[in-house]
């Protein structure tokens, strides 16, 4: 890959440091790849995996208390849109029925 043909100049005298390549090297570049360049199905689902089981190991958690605290507000929030949206409903519809009687 490009990394691989990078080489890492040493400060001293500018030579080429190639441990400092090898270590930089990505593991899935030793992965042999398809015709068309992709890594085959079972490699990408396997880093997959992997890559979620390490994202999920740096998810923060809320607390229980928060999660309920939460909740509790998305319910009061629910339910106070519901009653507005019933009472506007109620209204117009009175409006509308009001109208249609006048002949």
């Known amino acids: 890959m490009a990394e691989e ?4 100049v040493s400060a001293d005298a500018g030579k080429t440091d190639e441990k400092a390549v090898k270590k930089g090297a990505d593991k899935k570049a030793d992965v042999k790849k398809s015709k ?6 079972g490699t990408r689902i396997k880093n997959f995996f ?17 999660v309920m605290k939460n909740s509790a507000v998305v319910l009061v929030v629910t339910v106070v849109t519901g009653v507005v949206v019933g009472l506007l409903d109620l ?6 029925r009001l ?5």
């Open 36 to 41: 068309k360049g992709k890594l085959p199905l």
């Open 5 to 8: 043909t990078k080489k890492a």
């Open 99 to 103: 109208l249609g009687s006048i002949n």
């Open 50 to 66: 992997k890559d979620y089981k390490s994202e999920m190991k740096k998810v923060t958690w809320a607390s229980r208390k928060d």
């Open 91 to 96: 209204g117009l519809s009175e409006i509308v």
